[in-house]
């Protein structure tokens, strides 16, 4: 079996809620998401689980507990597991998301009305 | 511990020769390496690995043994493992790669003169 390629802009352009991620890609048990952030998300931590963010378009700011990192176009960080952490973006940021695909948005140790325990295949 | 963001077109600007993929970050057991391509790769396959390429910038095609597709800016492809595939670039093109920490560029049955045995982390 051979593969189809996949438009990240054709993709994100069926992407309309927020802190709403969409599968876009699976490998090696990993999943590639886009998603869509804006305003305040909560401080969580993925207990077994790194996680990539790739900003696509627009800027957001991942607060730490200790610090805050400024990331725009074209730059990625990688929250490693157990590191608390939460997305604030001011304006809308589209974002590709690189992790395992046993990964939920908020974390392992939080239930809240932003979980999404159901991502959709776009 | 919290994480340092990676610009991209920062480490982009240290890669000045083709097919030799450094890496950028590491998730997972998982790597992102970035590449540059210009003409034409070989024939290979990963027994066990599926590999994601991203494009950066410029484009490429991707050869399958059945099919050829053709790749550009903000488009990706998913070779799961096991399919030949080969990399063509009429121009150069700039790539991130998300694959497995073993993966060999040229493939796990190639020992070829373009086979890269020990990448630098850039």
Chains 1, 2 share one sequence.
Do not use: C
């Not at 931590?45 to 378009?57: A, I, K, Q, R």
């Not at 952490?85 to 940021?93: F, G, I, W």
């Not at 998301?97 to 948005?105: A, G």
């Amino acid at each position: 079996m051979s593969s189809e390629k996949v438009s990240v802009a054709d993709k994100l352009s069926k992407v309309s809620d927020y802190w709403n991620p969409v599968i876009v890609g699976e490998l090696n048990n990993q999943h590639v998401k886009l998603v869509k952030f804006k305003g305040e998300f909560i401080w969580h931590h993925h207990e077994g689980e790194d996680e990539m963010f790739y900003v696509l378009d627009g800027e957001f700011d991942m607060h730490f507990r200790d610090k805050v990192v400024h990331l725009k176009k074209n730059e990625f960080i990688i929250v490693q597991k157990g590191v608390e952490h939460k997305p604030v973006a001011k304006t809308e940021v589209s974002v590709m998301l690189f992790e395992p695909s046993s990964t939920l948005n908020t974390g392992n140790q939080v239930d809240d009305v932003l979980t999404q325990n159901n991502l959709k295949t776009i």
